[in-house]
């Protein structure tokens, strides 16, 4: 597996392409708009709750039972969609599989309720962790079968990249090939491939061959919206600590996340006054924070709380503090005082 150089960041986005003349925006939302449009209502499963962070005035949901997903499938807009808060990447493979399925069977159940088509996108993460390709499967043996999986991997503003293939994450003033990033070493979902033809077939043990992958780009995005219907299966998309600690293997590492997460959430439970907000640092975390926490069935991402850094609100009753704002703060987004600066920001 050939090794690929470390860029230059500003000179190697200025050695680009300059960007497309045609408006491909204003035909999606064209499209999207049309009275005769027959586009599905949208429907992102994701991973973590991080994949909000470029979002807003669309809903959240953390549950998935047929009547909140048939409820929400008849709120929403054509030509719009909503969330679905997996979490499924703090899960053992197993119960990742067991729990996407379900889901997919219940989104197919509120659809016929609904008389409405649906497409689903899984959401993971830019830098390439996560259950890959098992939920795509999962989401195959529910829905499918599938003409097409797509895999499009980026996150702007935490300057994740693929250029001719290769997965890119800018450090400082460079971008460093995925693989040899700290997120590949990831006890639990680390990879070896930065070329996106070779991760894949890295994480399908061959299945999937990287010759057989071909590259697409913009001008088929209008398209895809016309013709996806159900064949297209979609999948898109820290700093420095006093002393890490990891466990045996990768299984353990998500037990060991699940015990910290759990005091967090007796910790919050046990808080009886009322916040002007809350701050949630890391996606698993943010995650048990929003739902065990403090009771959130459905939030609204009003908009960021800074780049890549999505701000959540209650909509609905029932909850610990209905209405307070939830900060969903990204691990691995901002430099070593983004944190701080968001709440001095909360503070002003």
């Not at 497309?20 to 204003?26: C, K």
């Not at 043996?141 to 499009?152: Q, V």
Request: hydrophobic residues 45%; aromatic residues 6%; neutral net charge.
């Amino acid at each position: 597996m050939a090794a690929h150089p470390v860029l230059d960041l500003d000179t190697t986005l200025a050695s680009l392409p300059p960007p497309v003349t045609q408006d491909i925006r204003a035909q999606v939302q064209a499209q999207l708009r049309a009275p005769s449009s027959q586009i599905p209502l949208l429907v992102a499963l994701d991973d973590d709750p991080t994949g909000t962070q470029t979002c807003h005035n669309v809903n959240v949901l953390t549950v998935w039972d047929v009547p909140t997903l048939t409820a929400e499938f008849s709120l929403t807009p054509r030509g719009s969609g909503f969330f679905v808060l997996t979490n499924s990447r703090a899960l053992h493979p197993a119960p990742a599989r067991a729990l996407l399925v379900e889901i997919c069977t219940n989104l197919q159940a509120a659809s016929s309720a609904t008389g409405l088509p649906f497409e689903v996108v899984l959401r993971g993460d830019s830098t390439l962790r996560g259950h890959f390709p098992l939920e795509a499967e999962a989401a195959t043996a529910a829905l499918g079968p599938f003409d097409a999986w797509l895999l499009c991997p980026f996150f702007l503003q935490g300057g994740r990249y693929t250029l001719d293939n290769v997965h890119y994450v800018a450090e400082g003033a460079r971008l460093v090939p995925a693989a040899q990033t700290p997120f590949a070493a990831d006890a639990t979902f680390g990879y070896a491939s930065s070329d996106l033809r070779d991760y894949v077939a890295e994480k399908t043990a061959g299945a999937v061959p990287a010759a057989a992958l071909p590259r697409s780009g913009h001008k088929e995005t209008p398209g895809l919206l016309s013709t996806a219907g159900p064949a297209v299966s979609g999948r898109t998309p820290a700093r420095h600590v006093a002393a890490l600690v990891v466990g045996a293997d990768g299984a353990a590492s998500l037990d060991m996340g699940a015990v910290v997460a759990s005091a967090l959430v007796d910790v919050l439970r046990g808080l009886a006054t009322r916040p002007r907000y809350v701050v949630a640092k890391g996606g698993i975390t943010s995650s048990d924070m929003a739902g065990r926490g403090l009771g959130m069935r459905r939030a609204r991402v009003v908009g960021q709380a800074a780049a890549g850094v999505p701000l959540w609100r209650c909509v609905e009753g029932g909850g610990k503090w209905p209405g307070v704002p939830f900060v969903v703060f990204p691990g691995n987004v901002g430099g070593d005082a983004a944190l701080a600066e968001v709440v001095r920001g909360w503070r002003a």
